[in-house]
Every structure is written in structure tokens, then in C-alpha cells.
């Protein structure tokens, strides 16, 4: 049995940090994405209007798809603008750093603190959480097509692979313990079906190890790839209406392509569609209690505006 997944909210209210400031919804299609070349003040600017928790020396974000965590040196990323964050927020001397994030192309919570201390807490509560197999996060993603299994575990053994310069996450069948020793880790999450509709689902996922786009290869090899996933979805092919996995090595990252039927039920054009964000949203995190006993806090993030848009079109319905 896996672990028991919170319901999401029949009523799906939009807090604070759930909406960056972004034109009408009517004239895009992706309503709640950061606007291309941001300064760094309006990058400020837009994740203190993205701020959904705030308890002692715990700062929380609700992080917009896109924006990346860490980056090279000069890149506008959340650790480059932390300095002015921390100022923007009244924090004085006292810095943010990072203690738990989404990756580049998900959404969702970013966990910060101004108290060493308590980030070193936290890392140990959620490496601790890790090693006993506790899920603390739950990702929520739409993925094109619906899994087999209503509920279920993914595990395979994954390594980043240099393919054309772009560093990608390959499935590695029946490692050997020098595969292990060269970087090749095993990975494993627990997925469940919430909803289906239009040929897609609505799943809950939580990752029970970390490795770069962990979620996004899992949900592939159940040949159902996040909607809006332009690296990994291209190594699911179809043929008379059946899908297979094509060799991971050889299949080149290419933007997702989605079939007629689907582009009517989201109201997009063919090019509309090759800018469709990534549909991986981290929903939820568990953090530990004051003290030992204590029931674990929950922390939750709105889904963005795209993402509960593209419900609706699908008719997928939060239980």
C-alpha cells in the first residue's frame, strides 16, 4: 500500500502568491506566467507578491513556472535576487537561503529561511523523512494520457546523460554496482489518479528520492507525459493508436506534440501549444512539528492560473 494522498479542495480559491501580476486572461493563453526579460527589481517585485506563508524565520513562495532555482554566474535566478528579497521582506542582516524548492520548469512552494538553525532542521527532517520512505511533498501534474493503474509506485534507475550538450535524465535498465558507483541513482515515487477526462488525468505524485526531472521520466515511462513537457514527452511514440517507449538515448528532446482532438478540448493553435508550460505544480509540503510529537504543518500553493485553466478545459474536476 502507498502512502495515503490528501484530497485537494472541492472549492479552489486563489490566495495570495497565486497570481503574479500578468495581463487580462482573456488575451493569452497562459495566464500566471512571469513575463519574459524581467529586471531584477520587478523579479523581486513579483516573488514578494508571490509570498503565501510567512511563520518566524520561514518565508514561503509560491515559485512561477520558469524561474529558476540556482543558475550560472549573472543568470537571474530565486538564489540571485535572494539578497534583495530578504531586504524587500524587512529582514535586515538576516539573509533567506533556500531549505526545499521546485525544479526550473515546475511550479509551486519554495521553502526559505532567515535562520541557519532552522534550515539545518528542516534538511535533516526531510532527508530523515526520505531514508524512513515518508513522502513530505505532493506534486500535482495533468499528463497526456491516463496511467493503467489508478494508484501505484514508479521506480527505475536514472543517470544524467551530455546529449548534445544539453545534460538529460536517461532510465537505466538493471544497473550494475558500477553504474552505481558512476552516478546511476534509483529512484522511486508513489503516483495517484484524482481525476481523468479528454484522454488526460489529473495525478498526484510524491517523489520518494530526488534526481533531476525525476517526476517528468517516471510519468513517461507509465507513457504518459506531463503535459507541456518539451524534453521527455518525444520518447513516447504511437503507432495505430499505441503507445511505446522509444530508446531514451536516441530520442532528442523536441517540443510535445498533441493530437487534434486535444488542441480543440484546450483551445490551442499547433504553435500555441509548443509553448504550453510544463503541468507540475509542488501543491504541498509536510514540515515537522514544534515539537516531536506534534502533527507535521502542512504548507500549500495554489495552483497557477494556466494549470486550473486547462482543468476546466479538460474537465477534470478537483475531488
Do not use: W
Request: overall charge positive; aromatic content about 4%; hydrophobic content about 35%.
Amino acid at each position: 500500500m502507498g502512502p495515503v494522498v490528501p484530497e485537494f479542495s472541492r472549492h479552489h480559491r486563489q490566495p495570495r502568491g497565486s497570481r503574479l501580476r500578468s495581463g487580462p486572461l482573456g488575451d493569452q493563453p497562459f495566464p500566471g506566467l512571469l513575463p519574459k526579460n524581467l529586471s531584477r527589481e520587478e523579479l523581486v517585485d513579483a516573488l514578494r507578491a508571490a509570498v503565501v506563508d510567512r511563520k518566524g524565520p520561514l518565508v514561503t513562495l509560491n515559485k512561477p513556472q520558469g524561474l529558476p532555482v540556482t543558475g550560472k554566474s549573472g543568470e537571474l535566478t530565486l538564489l540571485s535576487v535572494l539578497p534583495e528579497l530578504s531586504q524587500s521582506l524587512g529582514l535586515g542582516e538576516q539573509e533567506l537561503q533556500v531549505v526545499r524548492a521546485s525544479g526550473k520548469e515546475s511550479s509551486g512552494l519554495v521553502l526559505l529561511s532567515s535562520c541557519p538553525q532552522t534550515a539545518s532542521r528542516l534538511q535533516k527532517f526531510f532527508i530523515h523523512s526520505q531514508r524512513a520512505q515518508r513522502p513530505t511533498a505532493t506534486y500535482c501534474a495533468v499528463t497526456n494520457g491516463i496511467p493503467t493503474a489508478s494508484e501505484g509506485k514508479i521506480q527505475a534507475a536514472l543517470k544524467l546523460e551530455h546529449i548534445d550538450g544539453v545534460k538529460i535524465t536517461v532510465p537505466v535498465k538493471a544497473p550494475s554496482r558500477k553504474d552505481i558507483l558512476e552516478g546511476v541513482k534509483k529512484t522511486l515515487s508513489h503516483f495517484r489518479v484524482v481525476a481523468t477526462g479528454s484522454g488526460c488525468a489529473l495525478v498526484q505524485l510524491q517523489p520518494l528520492t530526488v534526481f533531476s526531472s525525476q517526476l517528468q521520466v517516471h510519468m513517461v515511462l507509465q507513457l504518459c507525459p506531463v503535459l507541456g513537457d518539451h524534453t521527455y514527452s518525444a520518447r513516447v511514440g504511437t503507432v495505430l493508436g499505441q503507445r511505446f517507449l522509444l530508446p531514451a538515448e536516441s530520442t532528442k528532446p523536441q517540443r510535445q506534440v498533441l493530437d487534434e482532438a486535444l488542441l480543440r478540448h484546450l483551445h490551442l493553435t499547433p504553435s500555441q501549444a509548443a509553448q504550453l508550460p510544463l503541468h507540475l505544480h509542488l501543491h504541498r509540503l509536510l514540515l515537522p512539528g514544534t515539537r516531536a510529537r506534534d502533527t507535521p504543518i502542512e504548507l500549500l500553493a495554489p495552483l497557477p492560473p494556466y494549470f486550473s485553466r486547462t482543468l476546466q478545459c479538460l474537465g477534470l474536476h478537483l475531488q
